[in-house]
């Protein structure tokens, strides 16, 4: 499990990344003393709609005042939306140390800091107590665990009774092959893709109340049709994605984007509820 967790590591690692979001930033005639999280929300929401499908999932219950966690935070903008929006209390755990880095300082940068935390650990084995979190959620992360009743309990353990727990993910529709590169994996041992409803068979066997779940396919092919059309028209933006995917960008993006069109990979949210 620990040569997984470094290999997964290592397909988002990229050295010095706060150092060249700045870099980028003040390429773009931006104000370091000024930064707003619109100027870095096309780099730190790594999910299919970005910050648009955060604001959704935000919005799609009362948070107001939470205190939340995210579960694969990345590099925090989901925590940071919750924090500048709705005033929670948030914090952020992965498993990669320069995300987690890149992540405090982004918060610091944009003045969240006193608002947001974010801790290096494993999905699997989380540093909580138990009952802890009014929410936990979670946006593009199962697909790197292999053990999924292990990643589901730990989120329900740390949940408070009466809390919620809200996804966003990728899931696999039926035994087609799925071909790689993809943004979460470089190749077939770092990905461990499920149909949502053996997801939904743990989460009910846990004992989570399903409130609702819906499939966000359409909106996920819109949206990356629209940024190839921009690609195509503009380059590659100056601060975005490709800042951490590189000249594997299209590849990944093209991968997924044909597996969603065919249907053979279906993105889909829901809402939880620990009774």
């Known amino acids: 499990m620990e040569n997984i967790n470094q290999d997964i590591e290592n397909h988002y690692h990229k050295e010095g990344l706060f ?28 999910h299919v709609r970005g910050a648009a499908v955060s604001e ?18 990345g590099l925090g903008g989901p925590c940071r939306l919750l924090a500048d929006e709705l005033g929670c209390q948030t914090t952020g755990i992965d ?43 979670t ?38 092959e799925i071909s790689y590169p993809m943004p979460w994996a470089s190749n077939e041992t770092q990905s461990f893709l499920i149909q949502s409803t053996a997801m939904e068979q743990i989460l009910d066997d846990l004992g989570f109340t399903k409130i609702q779940s819906k499939n966000q396919t359409q909106a996920g092919v819109d949206f990356f049709e629209h940024m190839i059309a921009r690609l195509k028209a503009f380059g590659p933006p100056t601060i975005g994605i490709n800042v951490l995917m590189g000249e594997s960008t299209q590849p990944k993006l093209m991968n997924l984007l044909d597996h969603l069109k065919q ?7 829901g809402i939880y509820k620990k009774e």
């Not at 935000?58 to 948070?63: Q, R, V």
């Not at 494993?122 to 929410?135: E, H, I, S, V, Y």
């Not at 009466?162 to 966003?168: E, K, T």
């Open 19 to 46: 150092e060249e979001i700045i870099l980028r930033l003040t390429e773009k005639g931006i104000d370091i003393n000024n930064v707003s999280r619109a100027d870095i929300s096309a780099i730190d929401e790594l």
């Open 56 to 73: 959704e999932l935000a919005h799609s219950i009362d948070l107001k005042g939470a205190h939340v966690l995210d579960v694969g935070c």
């Open 95 to 137: 498993l990669s140390k320069e995300h987690i880095r890149t992540a405090t300082q982004l918060s610091r940068l944009v003045k969240l800091d006193d608002k947001t935390t974010f801790v290096v650990g494993n999905a699997t084995q989380l540093p909580f107590n138990d009952n802890t979190f009014d929410a936990v959620w």
């Open 139 to 176: 946006q593009h992360v199962q697909m790197n665990i292999p053990d999924k009743e292990k990643f589901y309990t730990e989120i329900f353990r740390v949940l408070k009774p009466g809390g919620h727990f809200l996804y966003y993910d990728i899931f696999k529709s039926g035994k087609s």
């Open 263 to 269: 249907g053979e990979l279906i993105i889909q949210s």
